[in-house]
């Protein structure tokens, strides 16, 4: 008896995911968005060649629609780890895109472990998503990294308002930004701040498991 309710629960697990499935409109006649916000960035097909490098760790770029955009991006040069920033006037241009009021200075090897960390693994778990936008989305974020063997993953997201990774890494990506831009930049605050996020997106997509 304990065989046969296990192969009962187990076609009724079976039969449910199968019955969960997503079954798109075929005559795309009915609005396919659902309600909420996803809680993932979305992996972005039209990063620009502009601006690649070998050795990029990190790229973030916060890009206004009606000012100048701004951009981030830690390079292993020489066998040291520098965080760049600008502004990018024209960003939607790859013939016309200017960098402006560049700022660079070196940076731990731990800093740039925990970035390159944050960034490849959600970058990775980016996928596309039916939730809705929450509207206009004013202000537009990439994400970008480069992993040796398998080119430049890239992703994005919009409006970032709800308690979601998509919002923290925003955070996380202008509290980088900040430093890039401060006059006297102080990386350990910022480094445990970081940490502390790395921790958080971790343990939300890969929660420990629970004790019985």
Not at 58 to 66: D, L
Not at 161 to 172: G, S
Request: proline content about 7%; some cysteine.
């Amino acid at each position: 008896m304990p065989g046969k309710r296990f192969v009962v629960c187990l076609s009724l697990l079976i039969g449910a995911s199968i019955a969960s499935a997503y079954e798109p409109d075929v005559t795309q006649q009915r609005d396919e968005t659902v309600a909420g916000a996803s809680d993932r960035l979305i992996p972005d097909g039209s990063a620009s060649v502009r601006g690649r490098c070998m050795r990029c760790l990190a790229e973030f770029g916060r890009y206004p629609s009606s000012e100048p955009a701004s951009e981030w991006q830690i390079q292993l040069e020489d066998k040291k780890y520098v965080l760049s920033s600008w502004r990018l006037v024209n960003p939607k241009s790859d013939v016309d895109a200017r960098q402006v009021d560049v700022l660079r200075f070196e940076v731990s090897r731990q800093f740039a472990e925990v970035v390159y960390d944050i960034w490849a693994n959600n970058i990775l778990e980016a996928r596309y998503t039916r939730h809705a936008p929450s509207g206009a989305d004013a202000v537009s974020y990439r994400f970008r990294t480069h992993l040796k063997g398998v080119g430049w993953p890239s992703a994005r997201t919009g409006v970032a308002n709800k308690d979601l990774p998509p919002k923290w890494l925003v955070d996380t990506g202008e509290e980088i930004l900040t430093l890039a831009r401060a006059k006297s930049p102080k990386e350990t605050p910022v480094l445990a701040k970081l940490q502390a996020a790395r921790k958080r997106l971790n343990e939300y997509y890969h929660p420990p498991p629970r004790t019985q």
